[in-house]
């Protein structure tokens, strides 16, 4: 496994608004070691994350089982993955002293931890 990201696969490129497309709810992150590669899976925010009734048996066919982002990266791309994640999630929005949560340009209304 390399310990450095190539120079090549350095990506520090402005970067443009984004249409949204979905919004991820549960993230799994693993290694596949047969092709020495990083796999992150991506799940969309469905009904059932909010439902207590999410139980439902899988059809043998597959038919319930939920979308899913799948991306798999070579090392070299997961570090500058993960390098330029840390940059732009750092660049984002102020968090609140108050609550902890982000603040969005458009205001923020506070939601205190435990009430």
């Known amino acids: 496994v390399p310990t450095s990201t190539p120079l090549e ?9 984004v249409q949204e497309q979905f919004r ?13 590669q990083v796999l992150l899976e991506a799940y969309p925010i469905t009904d059932a994350d909010a439902d207590a009734d999410a139980d439902e048996s899988l059809d043998e066919d597959g ?15 997961a570090r500058a993955f993960a390098k330029r994640t840390r940059e732009i999630v750092g660049a984002g929005r102020p968090t609140c002293p108050l609550c902890g949560y982000p ?13």
């Open 24 to 36: 991820t709810g549960a993230m799994s992150l693993g290694w596949d070691p047969t092709t020495a």
């Open 9 to 17: 696969l350095v990506d520090n490129d402005q970067l443009e608004a």
């Open 63 to 77: 038919a319930n089982e939920p979308e899913m982002l799948l991306v798999r990266m070579p090392v070299g791309t």
């Open 103 to 115: 603040i969005d340009a458009d205001g923020h209304t506070c939601t205190l931890p435990g009430l």
